[in-house]
């Protein structure tokens, strides 16, 4: 079944204690990008990817790393995560073209403290 | 830069009744235009999609037209259900990038 994984779903943690969210895909995708959901603020764009080994900001950057050394696989870093980290946050891939449709994981709600 | 928005929530409909949710957008050049849906609990899952003016996208009964001439692509359903409830986003990327822009959410419950 074509999918993206996300883990964990749920996160409960401190702050400043360094956490990391794996992202997975078996579609094959070029494409992988980072959201969080915010109420009132939709989605917003963290990072993406569009191969392996390259990774770019998005809107809301600061605060996160990002890796893709392999091109399923782009797991999301919070070296030090803070409060206003707290979020919903959505993995997302797609084939690279133009338009193309974007596949969501299930989420991964983070709670820091 | 590219943007949406869309008609703030929450929508509360009886079943049967006619949907509308407002969208509207801003970008350059001819962006694809999208709606995703996310059930309670869920991720995204694409809805319906238009990639050029005047195409319709349709999908489980819902609609919605690519204007390019309102810059709108509002998003439709003659008579919607009770599993119909959830939050819709309507989204574009713009024709040069694959960067995705979301509106805020439309969150919509249907009643028996």
């Known amino acids: 079944e074509a999918q993206v994984t996300q883990n964990p779903r749920y996160l409960i943690t401190v702050t400043g204690k360094k956490l990391t969210v794996t992202c997975s895909q078996n579609?094959?995708?070029?494409?992988m990008s980072w959201y969080r959901q915010d109420p009132g603020l939709g989605l917003r764009q963290i990072y993406y990817?569009?191969?392996?080994?390259?990774?770019d900001k998005g809107d809301v950057p600061e605060g996160y790393k990002v890796s893709r050394k392999e091109k399923r696989n782009f797991p999301l870093i919070l070296e030090s995560p803070s409060p206003n980290q707290t979020s919903l946050y959505f993995c997302a891939s797609s084939s690279g073209l133009l338009g193309d449709t974007q596949y969501f994981g299930p989420g991964t709600r983070l709670t820091v403290l | 830069g590219n943007s949406v928005t869309q008609m703030e929530g929450p929508v509360t409909l009886s079943e049967e009744a006619f949907l509308t949710i407002n969208c509207t957008y801003t970008a350059t050049g001819y962006p694809s235009l999208f709606w995703y849906v996310q059930y309670p609990g869920e991720g995204l899952q694409l809805l319906l999609k238009a990639t050029k003016a005047d195409d319709k996208g349709s999908n489980k009964g819902f609609e919605a037209t690519y204007r390019k001439e309102t810059t709108s692509f509002h998003l439709e359903k003659g008579s919607v259900q009770v599993s119909d409830s959830a939050v819709y986003f309507c989204?574009?990327?713009?024709?040069?990038?694959?960067?995705?822009?979301f509106g805020a959410g439309t969150r919509l419950t249907v009643k028996p």
């Open positions: 579609m094959n995708h070029e494409y």
């Open positions: 989204a574009l990327t713009s024709y040069n990038n694959n960067d995705m822009r």
């Open positions: 990817s569009m191969n392996v080994e390259v990774t």
